[in-house]
């Protein structure tokens, strides 16, 4: 004999509902299929749909902040202590590479300036005597010793040249610069300062007529052509994201992939970073902002995709109503991941089982009042 489960009237159902917040008895205690009528389905607005495991449906957000790579930031600083003479760029500028950018004038550049013409008129008269004393040696008149020591006046000379270009070239003076002053013997009173690559003026820190030491930041010069997102990911999320993994900024068409995630936790946040590589289209975003970034939650065998709707809570008891031929039935699943109106759930179920996706807070109240009526 076919086995019949309780029906309830529709008059039933309302006090069900209203009873579904208070404390119930143990799951385990209660039918886990009841009967439902076609009808009360219908006018309970009850709607089903088959269980799915796609990979893609389920995805977790996340803050993220759009960042400048370390190797598209150029930090124009300043090599000698000075006065800031003129800014020859804006805010938010665009500039190419070897555009200038500030000139400064320094006490400093005066005395590299004079160590250079120093250095050049010795490695000249250095020169010049090594020249005149290989000359009196192919003549037999002096000794080969007399040779060497001025070769070797002659390489000291050279080295104190090169040193004396060096330290020019630090404080940010072209090659081409150099080399005038030392043909022209004419020093100059201030450098501009240059843009190493093409990108956009991000910041300027100084203003004309300020004093900045040695290694003081004055601008910042970004290439925005490429960016990255420094995911803020909860140390204590299960999931993992490999390298390689496609995130996405809704509301905005942009994609990335994730390059790399950081081994260390922040000790105030408990939070660790993922770093990802926006795929072009990043003139949507700026350097600094604040977004939302969605991750795809990797599916496995045994879990199932359903919309957050269709879950039910008894205690710490998470349910699914599967239907049965005559009803429903209250079936038992864990929780994997909660992502919007998305979850992913592991239980005891089976591709193409149809579920309550809306109504189930209806089913609840009616599996309950099925037990006290008992």
């Not at 529709?10 to 385990?28: G, P, R």
């Not at 009196?136 to 080295?159: K, P």
Request: proline share 5%.
């Amino acid at each position: 004999m076919k086995k019949r489960y309780p029906r309830f009237p529709l008059s039933a159902w309302a006090i069900a509902i209203t009873c579904v917040f208070a404390s119930a008895a143990q799951a385990a205690d209660r039918p886990a299929r009841f009967a439902v009528a076609d009808s009360q389905i219908q006018a309970l607005g009850i709607q089903t749909a088959p269980l799915q495991n796609r990979a893609d449906s389920v995805k977790a957000s996340f803050p993220a902040q759009v960042v400048v790579p370390a190797k598209a930031e150029q930090v124009v600083s300043s090599p000698v202590a000075g006065l800031v003479a003129q800014l020859l760029v804006q805010q938010n500028q665009t500039v190419r590479q070897g555009a200038p950018l500030v000139r400064i004038v320094s006490p400093e550049l005066g005395q590299l300036q004079l160590q250079l013409l120093q250095a050049a008129s010795r490695a000249t008269l250095a020169r010049q005597a090594a020249r005149r004393e290989r000359q009196l040696f192919d003549e037999g008149i002096i000794a080969q010793r007399r040779v060497q020591e001025s070769q070797a006046a002659l390489t000291e000379a050279d080295a104190a040249l090169n040193q004396a270009r060096a330290a020019l070239r630090l404080s940010g003076m072209p090659d081409a610069t150099i080399a005038r002053i030392a043909a022209s013997g004419k020093p100059q009173d201030s450098i501009t300062l240059a843009a190493m690559q093409a990108g956009i003026v991000t910041g300027i820190a100084v203003k004309p007529g300020q004093r900045v030491d040695a290694a003081t930041a004055l601008l910042h010069v970004a290439q925005t052509d490429s960016l990255w997102l420094d995911i803020q990911l909860p140390v204590s999320e299960s999931a993992s994201w490999p390298t390689g993994t496609k995130v996405e900024v809704p509301g905005r068409n942009i994609t990335a992939r994730i390059l790399s995630a950081s081994p260390t936790v922040s000790s105030g946040s408990q939070t660790l970073v993922l770093r990802a590589a926006i795929d072009g289209k990043t003139g949507q975003v700026r350097p600094g902002e604040f977004v939302t970034v969605e991750l795809p939650v990797a599916a496995t065998q045994d879990s199932w995709d359903a919309p957050l709707s269709a879950v039910a809570h008894d205690g710490n008891q998470a349910y699914l109503f599967v239907r049965t031929a005559d009803g429903f039935e209250a079936r038992p699943v864990k929780v994997v991941v909660s992502a919007g109106q998305r979850v992913r759930v592991q239980g005891s179920l089976k591709a193409g089982e149809r579920i309550a996706v809306s109504g189930a807070v209806a089913l609840k109240g009616a599996w309950l009042a099925g037990k006290e009526s008992k």
